[in-house]
């Protein structure tokens, strides 16, 4: 072993984690969190461990796009203009029960076979002490607004 190596170790996920939100209430007025909001908590991570997020997805149940903010905070019980921060947005689709995705996630240093297009993965990490927000961005309540869930693990 060479005098540089050190013994890393791997990232292993302790228990999985998957949630589903209704984002029919829940909305901001644009990009930056103003004022009054009902953004809606996605994964609480300020009183457990950090999570590495492998999927960020919505389920259209209507016909109207909506544009899907998400943000991190250390707050978990209501999202502060002050603590917000933007990490990244995406559209649902217009037809009913179709599925899109946060396709914009960070890129990680994990490995990765060359196959397909993609030179490294994609995957949100939540630090511990901070929560993941959402919100749609608009400033009215919908009836048919989409459904958004994450999937990944807490370590």
């Given at each position: 072993m060479a005098a540089t190596s050190t013994n890393k170790q791997p990232l292993l996920v302790d228990r999985v984690l998957h949630y589903v939100v209704d984002l029919n209430t829940a909305s901001v007025a644009a990009i930056d969190v103003g004022g009054t909001n009902t953004a809606l908590l996605l994964v609480d991570g300020t009183q457990q461990d950090g999570a590495i997020i492998e999927d960020i997805y919505a389920i259209a149940r209507g016909t109207?796009?909506?544009?899907?903010?998400?943000?991190?905070?250390?707050?978990?019980?209501?999202?502060?203009?002050?603590?917000?921060?933007?990490?990244?947005?995406?559209?649902?689709?217009?037809?009913a029960g179709v599925v899109t995705r946060w396709e914009e996630m960070?890129?990680?240093?994990?490995?990765?076979?060359?196959?397909?297009?993609?030179?490294?993965?994609?995957?949100?990490?939540?630090?511990?002490?901070?929560?993941?927000?959402?919100?749609?961005?608009?400033?009215?309540?919908?009836?048919?607004?989409?459904?958004?869930?994450?999937?990944?693990?807490?370590?």
């Open positions: 109207d796009e909506s544009t899907i903010n998400l943000y991190i905070s250390s707050a978990f019980d209501y999202l502060r203009p002050n603590e917000g921060i933007f990490i990244g947005s995406f559209k649902s689709a217009t037809t960070p890129k990680i240093l994990a490995p990765m076979p060359q196959t397909g297009d993609e030179a490294q993965f994609r995957a949100f990490y939540l630090p511990k002490g901070k929560a993941l927000w959402a919100a749609r961005q608009d400033t009215s309540v919908v009836t048919d607004g989409p459904l958004l869930g994450c999937q990944g693990g807490w370590y």
